[in-house]
């Protein structure tokens, strides 16, 4: 099967630094494509030495709501750099009112910034909500959109959103954390997610699978990309549909999506 990973973040430090092993062990699963996001200044440059290096990288750069507070003066001309040179998907970016002590003020600010970016650009955006589902569904009915859509990465909203978010272009990403047993309600919701608008992630080095699932275990946890097949196989499990059948599906969403 090919296997689409639309949410990762293979430049973090935490994971070990010979990326072209990973990437091996990547390929081996049948891993084709992956979605490497930056989530601050410092990390964008990282991104896209990986995407000039490996094939199968598809940049993303964006400016993460946690990093928000530590932007420079020129982060949105530097942003614009670096879409222009990799003019292919913009993120991690969004909203978050869940991580303790974290300001949300001007969130909102530079979140609409780049996806007013996107939208001007067609490119995909990948974007992070924590706590702040209702806000984000007006903030999308109120601003312009990308025309190809948009990723709610590890989609842990309400169910009741899946209809009028995916109305307004939303793709939702299911992760391997999702397969642990307290998160049977988001298991749920995902079963409310159109078929076409389902994708797979491993969000690595976070969000692992449980330790059972786990297929290439890394050092203190962590979640090593090419855990993407076991994240496929908890999906069609959690889902009740064949694995091939699922594979296919998510290969089409993600091309559509994701095409450059």
Same mark, same amino acid.
């Given at each position: 099967?090919?296997?689409?990973?639309?949410?990762?973040?293979?430049?973090?430090?935490?994971?070990?630094?010979?990326?072209?092993?990973?990437?091996?062990?990547?390929?081996?699963?049948?891993? #084709?494509?992956?979605?490497?996001?930056?989530?601050?200044?410092?990390?964008? /440059? $990282?991104? =896209? +030495?990986?995407?000039? %290096?490996?094939?199968? #990288?598809?940049?993303?750069?964006?400016?993460?709501?946690?990093?928000?507070? /530590? $932007?420079? =003066? +020129?982060?949105?001309? %530097?942003?614009?750099?670096?879409?222009?040179?990799?003019?292919?998907?913009?993120?991690?970016?969004?909203?978050?009112?869940?991580?303790?002590g974290l300001p949300y003020d001007e969130q909102e600010e530079v979140f609409l910034a780049q996806l007013n970016l996107a939208a001007e650009r067609n490119l995909a955006a990948s974007i992070h909500c924590l706590k702040s589902w209702g806000r984000l569904l007006e903030l999308l009915k109120e601003n312009r959109t990308p025309d190809r859509g948009f990723l709610l990465h590890s989609y842990g909203g309400p169910a009741e959103m899946v209809e009028p978010l995916a109305n307004l272009g939303a793709y939702?990403?299911?992760?391997?954390?999702?397969?642990?047993?307290?998160?049977?309600?988001?298991?749920?919701?995902?079963?409310?997610?159109?078929?076409?608008?389902?994708?797979?992630?491993?969000?690595?080095?976070?969000?692992?699978?449980?330790?059972?699932?786990?297929?290439?275990?890394?050092?203190?946890?962590?979640?090593?990309?090419?855990?993407?097949?076991?994240?496929?196989?908890?999906?069609?499990?959690?889902?009740?549909?064949?694995?091939?059948?699922?594979?296919?599906?998510?290969?089409?969403?993600?091309?559509?999506?994701?095409?450059?």
């Amino acid at each position: 099967m090919r296997l689409f990973d639309a949410h990762n973040h293979l430049q973090d430090n935490r994971l070990p630094d010979d990326t072209a092993s990973m990437m091996a062990e990547c390929t081996e699963a049948g891993l #084709v494509r992956m979605v490497v996001n930056g989530t601050h200044e410092a990390d964008w /440059e $990282r991104v =896209a +030495d990986l995407a000039k %290096r490996h094939d199968c #990288v598809l940049p993303s750069f964006g400016l993460h709501p946690w990093f928000v507070h /530590e $932007r420079s =003066a +020129d982060w949105l001309a %530097r942003l614009v750099q670096h879409l222009d040179a990799w003019p292919s998907a913009v993120g991690e970016i969004g909203l978050d009112r869940w991580k303790p002590g974290l300001p949300y003020d001007e969130q909102e600010e530079v979140f609409l910034a780049q996806l007013n970016l996107a939208a001007e650009r067609n490119l995909a955006a990948s974007i992070h909500c924590l706590k702040s589902w209702g806000r984000l569904l007006e903030l999308l009915k109120e601003n312009r959109t990308p025309d190809r859509g948009f990723l709610l990465h590890s989609y842990g909203g309400p169910a009741e959103m899946v209809e009028p978010l995916a109305n307004l272009g939303a793709y939702f990403g299911f992760p391997g954390y999702f397969a642990h047993e307290r998160k049977k309600r988001q298991r749920e919701v995902f079963r409310r997610v159109p078929a076409d608008r389902l994708l797979i992630e491993t969000d690595a080095p976070d969000q692992a699978l449980p330790g059972e699932r786990v297929t290439h275990p890394l050092d203190q946890g962590l979640n090593h990309p090419a855990n993407i097949a076991a994240v496929y196989r908890a999906a069609a499990e959690a889902l009740g549909q064949a694995p091939e059948s699922l594979a296919n599906q998510v290969e089409e969403n993600f091309l559509r999506l994701f095409s450059e």
